[in-house]
């Protein structure tokens, strides 16, 4: 079960208010690495877990905290929200597209400048000067961002990259505010996702160690039924050789299991495709102008799905 308890995590309310802010905080929320994406990422690993109890418990510890910090970006967006002039906002707008008409300018443009540095509307219109479960733009958060596969080295990685993305527009976030409230919650975060980057790379070298998981992914596909001798091959596909100077294209590889092989002039493998014709009563365009006229199963014309009159 969960409980909730009433203080926030962390908090430092904003000095001012400021709607435009406010839109971009909800990218923080409900993006594809907001805190929305790692909160159901972290709860779904979790209760899908099987492995040892103490990687359930680490997958249900963050991600009950990230509910929390989904918690005090609402509560940051209903405070820059509040007392936002939204009506000085619309009055606002209309001296810059007059001027643009009378002095000749692009009235268009300047209306899509205007919008896209207006407070969302929906902040006002839908949500009643709160948060909501969307991005920065409106797009509503997608239960496709989150990753839960049952396999907890491929899981434990795409968390890592969760929060490497979600430390970075967090920090994005950061440099484009002047408020001492916003700085210092956004700094807490930040913080945390620093632990957070730390703590799957912990986790991921503690499952490999353990010996549950080894790379490559899935660990339990035999590598004799993998064509090993194309496995740790460096393919230089684009013009130039730079690529070969990585330590991916030369050594020993991570797994231990092979060495790197720079293929400066990879060779095509196999043929050059030479689809089959497609069924006639499918109409696709043909290689030539008798190649779909052949007998099919069940006669001449014969439909694709057949019909059946249900009498009176």
């Not at 912990?202 to 035999?222: I, Q, Y």
Request: aromatic share 8%.
């Amino acid at each position: 079960m969960f409980y909730h308890t009433k203080k926030l995590q962390y908090f430092k309310p904003p000095e001012q208010p400021d709607a435009l802010y406010a839109k971009k905080i909800q990218e923080l929320i409900g993006g594809t690495f907001g805190e929305m994406t790692v909160m159901m990422q972290y709860l779904f690993q979790g209760w899908n877990c099987r492995g040892p109890a103490k990687y359930r418990d680490m997958l249900l510890d963050i991600g009950t905290e990230e509910i929390g910090h989904v918690e005090m970006l609402a509560t940051m967006i209903a405070h820059l929200l509040d007392k936002a002039p939204i009506k000085l906002q619309e009055e606002g707008a209309q001296d810059p597209v007059v001027g643009a008409v009378m002095g000749g300018s692009k009235a268009h443009d300047t209306i899509t400048d205007i919008i896209g540095a207006a407070m969302n509307p929906q902040h006002a219109i839908v949500s009643g000067l709160g948060a909501m479960p969307a991005d920065s733009v409106g797009f509503p958060w997608n239960g496709r961002f989150i990753v839960a596969s049952g396999n907890l080295l491929a899981d434990f990685r795409s968390n890592l990259h969760a929060e490497s993305q979600g430390r970075l527009q967090a920090v994005r976030m950061y440099e484009m505010s002047n408020d001492p409230g916003v700085k210092d919650t956004l700094s807490f975060m930040i913080a945390r996702d620093t632990m957070h980057q730390n703590q799957w790379i912990a986790a991921l070298k503690d499952l490999e160690e353990s010996g549950l998981e080894t790379t490559p992914v899935p660990s339990s596909f035999p590598l004799d039924l993998e064509k090993r001798e194309f496995a740790y091959q460096f393919w230089n596909h684009s013009e130039g050789t730079e690529s070969s100077q990585g330590q991916w294209a030369k050594g020993p590889s991570p797994d231990g299991k092979g060495e790197f092989q720079y293929i400066e002039n990879p060779q095509p493998l196999g043929p050059e495709p030479n689809p089959p014709q497609s069924d006639p009563r499918l109409h696709g365009t043909p290689l030539s102008p008798t190649a779909g006229t052949g007998q099919v199963q069940g006669g001449e014309g014969s439909p694709l799905i057949n019909r059946t009159t249900i009498g009176n």
